[in-house]
């Protein structure tokens, strides 16, 4: 008898270590995710938008400090406050957060575009960060004027 509480109480002991082991949202470590990409066919035979949303689940904030594409001679990234554009060199992701990248917002500029996508299509992006490793997206190229909150 003296036997099998001991080992209850091992197994309960051992139980409670691992509920207190570190996770990764709870990591002293960002924990990144990307949803929601999408670039409206561009109307510009040299310049395209897109649009991605980068969530972190970690206990660390995060920086996206650049981002490649195969199409585009470069990718810049840009801010909208108040109607005024700002190129950004980075940007950052919060703890527990989201970095959201919409029309009329934070988005990333394709420019001089090498070929020019077509809706139905995928564009490969590239995405840099200071502290996490990189995350390559796939990007379906919508309609030029698709809406993400109606599918259309």
């Known amino acids: ?4 509480v001991l080992t209850a109480a091992a197994l309960a002991g051992a139980l409670a270590l691992t509920g207190c082991s570190e996770s990764g949202s709870d990591s002293g470590q ?14 510009s035979a040299d310049m395209a938008a897109g649009f991605l949303t980068i969530a972190n689940q970690g206990g660390a904030t995060d920086e996206l400090t650049s981002v490649t594409s195969d199409i585009a001679g470069e990718v ?66 919508k309609s030029a004027t698709y809406n993400p909150s109606t599918g259309h």
Do not use: C, W
Not at 96 to 118: A, D, T
């Open 30 to 43: 960002a924990d990144l995710s990307v949803s929601s990409p999408y670039m409206p066919q561009p109307v």
């Open 76 to 141: 810049t990234m840009h801010s909208t406050v108040g109607g005024a554009m700002a190129e950004k060199t980075s940007f950052a992701i919060p703890a527990h957060g989201r970095l959201v990248f919409r029309s009329g917002g934070n988005h990333l500029m394709f420019e001089k575009l090498k070929r020019r996508p077509k809706q139905g299509q995928t564009v490969t992006v590239k995405l840099t960060f200071a502290e996490s490793g990189p995350v390559t997206v796939e990007m379906p190229v």
């Open 1 to 4: 008898m003296r036997r099998a």
